[in-house]
């Protein structure tokens, strides 16, 4: 599995764009980059995957360079309920394969 | 939008006392999952479960835990005698099927406390 690194945290305030950056350097051909979202006490939650240039969905972008050995997740316009911690994972997502969390970037967004 | 429900939210059990967490994952989704995270820890992988039997299991996933889907809707994680480091939120995630960008959706968890 491909080790991710991404900050410990990163503050802004409501309204900012907040873009968090993981470094993944040894992704393999096969390997799909997703990111979560996790509030206190509650299940991380999906919300981006991408495998290369770039994607977007209804809260977020992720873009990804030709090499792949990066992955940049932005959100626009942050608001205090954006504060979480998001983790970027790197693998496989066929079959049962398992998912590798690490210790993920704590958003703080004030206003 | 669909979701993975988890009961109950908050299970307190003495230690060696058996326990059995519930989840219904989202219909028509063919892989489970079992993670857990201790408080302030990494959210840590226990068991993936596909075509009524275990895929994968890790180091933690020892013969106090075991795995089952009794009917076609819930999925439960129970552990026969349970100790104090046990205590910890419990996830359950299913999947659809075998396209390869799909994502595991989370359920809430249970806060499992051992006293």
């Known amino acids: 599995l491909a080790k991710t690194t991404q900050p410990i945290s990163m503050d802004s305030y409501e309204g900012q764009e907040v873009n968090i950056t993981c470094s993944h350097n040894n992704i393999a051909t096969n390997d799909y980059i997703t990111w979560y979202q996790q509030f206190p006490s509650q299940g991380p939650r999906f919300i981006i995957q991408g495998y290369k240039t770039k994607v977007t969905n209804e809260v977020a972008s992720l873009f990804i360079p030709a090499d792949r050995k990066s992955s940049t997740l932005s959100l626009p316009r942050v608001s205090l309920s954006d504060t979480a911690v998001y983790y970027c994972?790197?693998?496989?997502?066929?079959?049962?394969?398992?998912?590798?969390f690490g210790t993920g970037t704590q958003l703080k967004v004030e206003l | 939008e669909p979701e993975v429900t988890q009961t109950p939210s908050h299970q307190v059990t003495q230690m060696g006392q058996e326990v059995i967490l519930r989840c219904v994952p989202i219909?028509?989704?063919?892989?489970f999952y079992w993670y857990r995270q201790i408080l302030g820890q990494k959210v840590e992988f226990l068991v993936s479960?596909?075509?009524?039997?275990?895929?994968?299991k890790s180091e933690i996933f020892d013969d106090q835990f075991s795995v089952e889907r009794p009917d076609g809707s819930n999925f439960t994680l129970k552990i026969r005698s349970t100790k104090l480091e046990d205590s910890a939120m419990y996830f359950c995630a299913s999947r659809g099927g075998d396209t390869i960008n799909q994502p595991q959706h989370f359920g809430d968890g249970t806060r499992l406390s051992i006293l």
């Open positions: 219909s028509n989704h063919l892989y």
């Open positions: 994972l790197v693998g496989e997502t066929g079959g049962g394969n398992k998912l590798t």
């Open positions: 479960f596909y075509n009524n039997e275990i895929s994968e």
